[in-house]
């Protein structure tokens, strides 16, 4: 089998003497192609079988749980992976001559890390932290982050060795001692942390959810000019809130002033994409917390009510009519949530877009919007008040009937949204009499997300 790397010559150059293409042909010998992906290798290795593969193509097989030599079918003996510099010198070598047909020099691949030296760095980063020494902390995780960088395999190493709870660990200790003061080693560990998400373990879990650390996130987000600074906090916190044992952290996030007001201006502001889809994840969490502790209780009805005092109800809508997928989604959730309590309801009610705006959204970003948006719709009409039954009549002038209808014929949505979907046909059928569904409602002024 012989593969070819073929440049072809053409153009206004050509001259009547010269012939009308001119094919230009690489051949790579056999022995440069990866028996598995059949492509040029840039990091040759071999197995105990004497086989020689790419890394990643060999990485890839028996991450996939094979026990074999893709070639020669034999049960490997072990998973050794010895690199193959002659081949591979071989390999630049030929790259180097046949640079003329546009064949880029394959370039010496680092040397993978090894269990054995993460380790050493995670217990390095221990050490420097318990002595509070930010420059010692600092060069290893610059260590770890220029480890990750290198490949995808060195990510691996280094998550599977834990080092997402030694990072957490360390900016607990710095954020402990004063945040202010050590602010430049903690950006660096937020940093590091943020493309382990989400292989946080309990123990990171509970690091970054100590007061200290939460104290510290909330001061990036407050206090940092570096956008990727706000989202690497913003991203760890939502992070923590998504754990199943939230309600302790809600707590100890509603002593921290602030943190509502810089939550509400990301999400206003939309800043960036990214922060504020986090910056919703982190409000949905808060506001949709329960628990049967008393304290709990009020501080999440705290939350809440601070929320719908700066008028989150009105952005949330303007975001559900004017953005895309991703954030909508995130924005119905936590509308759908304030719709859980009295005061979110009335703040509803009193906005004229509530339900056009949600009816407008069944079927048309996705089924999780449909779920979200039937849910609130529900909530809104099942505890409508007899002052507020004009909510049923608008719901129906916005052809609600009709959507649901089609919702249960396509069959979108959960058993919980067709139960709701169900008795919302209910509630509204007494009123359908002499309404007529209005097929084009008023809405020059918004903008549709799809």
């Known amino acids: 089998m012989v593969l070819g790397w073929r440049r072809r010559r053409t153009g206004h150059g050509a001259t009547k003497k010269q012939p009308r293409d001119l094919d230009m042909e690489a051949l790579i010998p ?8 059949l492509d040029l290798m840039k990091d040759p290795v071999t197995l105990s079988s004497g086989i020689t593969y790419d890394r990643q193509s060999i990485d890839t097989w028996l991450e996939a749980g094979n026990f074999t030599c893709p070639v020669t079918n034999q049960v490997l003996r072990n998973f050794d992976q010895i690199p193959n510099h002659s081949l591979r010198r071989m390999i630049q070598e030929w790259c180097t001559q046949n640079k003329h047909y546009g064949i880029e020099r394959v370039p010496t691949p680092r040397i993978p890390v090894l269990p054995m030296e993460v380790s050493e760095i995670l ?44 990072l957490a660990a360390a900016f607990d200790s710095f954020a402990t001692d004063c945040i202010k003061r050590n602010a430049t080693v903690c950006e660096e560990i937020l940093s590091a942390l943020s493309w382990m998400l989400p292989a946080f373990d309990e123990e990171a879990h509970k690091y970054l959810g ?18 990727s600074v706000k989202q690497n906090a913003i991203l760890a916190l939502k992070e923590l809130l998504a754990c199943h044992d939230r309600n302790k952290h809600v707590d100890a996030l509603a ?20 922060i ?15 628990s049967s502790s008393s304290s709990s209780s009020k501080s999440s009805e705290k939350i809440k009510s601070a929320f719908l005092e700066m008028g989150l109800v009105s952005i949330l809508l303007e975001i559900i009519v004017d953005s895309e997928r991703g954030i909508c989604e995130r924005a119905l959730g936590v509308l759908d949530s304030l719709c859980d309590f009295q005061d979110g309801r009335e703040k509803a009610y009193a906005n004229a877009l509530t339900i056009p705006v949600l009816v407008k959204k069944i079927l048309r970003v996705s089924e999780m919007a449909t779920e979200y948006s039937i849910s609130a719709i529900w909530k809104l009409c099942k505890c409508a008040s007899s002052q507020e039954e004009r909510v ?31 008795e919302l046909l209910k509630l509204l059928n007494p009123y359908r009499a002499g309404l007529e569904c209005i097929e084009s409602v008023d809405f020059k002024n918004i903008r549709r997300s799809f």
């Open 255 to 274: 002593e921290i002033g602030g943190v509502n007001e810089v939550l509400f201006d990301f999400i206003r502001e939309k800043i960036s994409p990214t």
């Open 276 to 290: 504020t889809k986090a910056s919703l994840m982190v409000v949905f969490y808060l506001v949709s917390s329960s």
């Open 392 to 422: 049923l009549v608008e719901a129906l002038q916005v052809g609600t009937f009709q959507k649901l209808l089609l919702v249960l014929q396509v069959r979108c949505g959960d058993d919980n949204t067709k139960e709701k979907t169900t």
């Open 123 to 166: 217990f390095s980063i221990g050490a420097s932290a318990r002595r509070l020494d930010q420059h010692g902390c600092l060069e290893c995780v610059h260590k770890i982050k220029k480890w990750g960088a290198e490949s995808e395999r060195n990510k691996r190493c280094i998550l599977e060795n834990g080092t997402a709870s030694v």
């Open 30 to 37: 056999n022995h440069f192609l990866c028996p598995i992906s």
């Open 210 to 227: 100590s007061q200290a650390s939460l104290h510290g996130m909330v001061w990036f987000l407050k206090m940092s000019d570096d956008l």
